[in-house]
């Protein structure tokens, strides 16, 4: 197999050029695709704390069908990236097809499942009985969008996979442009509220998920995706699921905090589920860049891996961790000295709202470097192989630190117990994160230098 453009900018291109170009692009597209939810909760904002934390109670639901297509996308992107790296172009396009079919079909099933159980779903994420009704007008047509946002998910990242950053990164800005401009239309203009929130998002997901296979159709890209390529392969699905359920583990968790955040603030009322649902759509637009430069060591750790090059593979981590480290204490210095201004772009919190806000949000803040070591790290580990490692640490900070904190330190210091609860988490998270990064990182320093001393 011919190397393409992109693959030999993998193997070549300076380590921190390299780190930047992939990086910037799904920076981008993180960045423009977290305002599918802020943009929701900002406009919602406008119409009531209970809509407001309406937003809050189903992201556990988008989490869920993001969770589904993730898993299914990394577990084939870092698939890919690893096969090109060992020139097998013909068993990297099976691993796409495979991924696309499958989180398609777990995306219908979703669907089908969601709205059977909608109103009971609901209710076990923590909407109360003033929430129920816009949770559900929020809920459904997300729902039925489902099979699109996963296979959406999975082309994006196969792109990105082979070293197309920008034009998976394009497809996410185009659909996320026009969620922003049709909410205001939709929510306002044509009065749907809620209904019309989750309208636009699911108008943006699907034009994005359209552009996505385009590019595949035109041959924009090193692979070519056709269903000739689907053929059952045991041994590269379980190679997939491997990469793939640590992401599944992580967006597991995750759903499963938000869904125990949720319901530890309802004896607080609606006001309290607002507040969090806001900081954490804030947080999560940080984070975002941090998971970017994490996808952006993906296709390099990936490939180099694949290609036997350890040391530059340890070389692209340090890059692309050293970005990560500097932006995230740069914006957390800014955002802790400015948050009530940000708070206030989606209410004018008064009294104990406010002082909520505020200590949910700079607790968080002070812990958002620790953030971006545990993200980069995650993504070496799961990039190269390293599944149970990559697993322990993608659930450790909302499955194995977050739910008995989310228990414990309300009965100590109640409603600012849950408050602090995340950043709590974050600490635990980091310290578990060095332990395992140092084991990882040692044992390939070891293949680096075992190869060096071969003739």
């Known amino acids: 197999m011919m190397q393409s453009s992109a693959s030999k900018k993998l193997a070549q291109q300076a380590v921190p050029r390299l780190i930047l170009q992939l990086s910037l692009p799904a920076i981008l597209g993180m960045l423009v695709s977290s ?54 172009g013909k068993k990297a396009e099976r691993a796409g097809a495979l991924g696309l079919v499958l989180a398609a079909g777990f995306g219908l099933f979703l669907t089908a499942g969601g709205l059977c159980f909608l109103t009971p779903l609901l209710r076990l994420l923590g909407a109360t009985e003033t929430i129920l009704p816009f949770a559900r007008q ?3 047509p997300l729902l039925a969008a489902a099979p699109l946002q996963t296979a959406g998910f999975v082309l994006n990242n196969t792109l990105r996979s082979e070293g197309n950053a920008v034009r998976a990164m394009a497809g996410v800005v185009l659909g996320s442009l026009l969620n922003v401009a049709l909410n205001p239309l939709f929510m306002f203009a044509f009065g749907w509220g809620m209904v019309g929130a989750a309208a636009a998002t699911v ?16 041959k924009n890209s090193t692979l070519g995706f056709h269903f000739d390529a689907l053929a059952w392969d045991p041994a590269l699905l379980w190679q997939m699921a491997k990469v793939g359920f640590p992401t599944f ?5 995750t759903m499963l905090a938000t869904i125990l955040l949720n319901r530890a603030c309802m004896p607080f009322g609606d006001g309290a589920i607002a507040v969090v649902s806001i900081v954490s759509r804030i947080l999560w637009f940080l984070v975002s860049v941090l998971i970017g430069f994490g996808q952006g060591l993906q296709p390099a750790a990936g490939y180099s891996f694949g ?4 040391k530059r593979t340890l070389k692209a981590y340090r890059w692309a961790l050293g970005y990560a480290l500097g932006f995230s204490i740069a914006a957390a210095a800014l955002c802790f000295f400015f948050a009530p201004q940000l708070l206030q772009w989606f209410f004018s919190p008064e009294g104990a709202q406010r002082d909520m806000g505020l200590l949910c949000m700079r607790s968080q803040l002070l812990l958002l470097p620790t953030q971006a070591f545990v993200i980069v790290s995650n993504m070496l580990m799961q990039s190269t192989g390293r599944a149970l490692f990559a697993s322990l640490l993608a659930v450790s900070r909302q499955g194995l630190f977050f ?8 009965g100590l210091w109640g409603l600012r117990g849950i408050l602090l609860a995340p950043a709590a988490a974050d600490a635990l998270t980091f310290l578990f994160a060095v332990i395992l990064t140092f084991l990882v990182v040692r044992r390939y320093r070891r293949m680096a230098g075992q190869k060096q001393k071969k003739p």
């Open 203 to 218: 108008c943006g997901q699907t034009l994005s998920c359209l552009f996505l296979f385009w590019q595949y159709q035109r």
């Open 307 to 310: 290609a036997g090059d350890v």
């Open 403 to 410: 739910v008995p904190l989310i228990f414990l330190l309300p």
């Open 138 to 140: 929020y809920a459904w």
């Open 35 to 88: 305002l599918y939810n802020l943009s929701d909760t900002f406009f919602a904002a406008r119409l009531g704390p209970s809509q407001t934390a309406a937003v809050g109670v189903v992201m556990p639901i988008m989490t869920l069908i993001q969770a589904v297509g993730m898993t299914f996308g990394m577990g084939a992107g870092s698939q890919i990236s690893y096969l090109l790296g060992q020139q097998d």
């Open 249 to 253: 583990l992580r967006q597991g968790s």
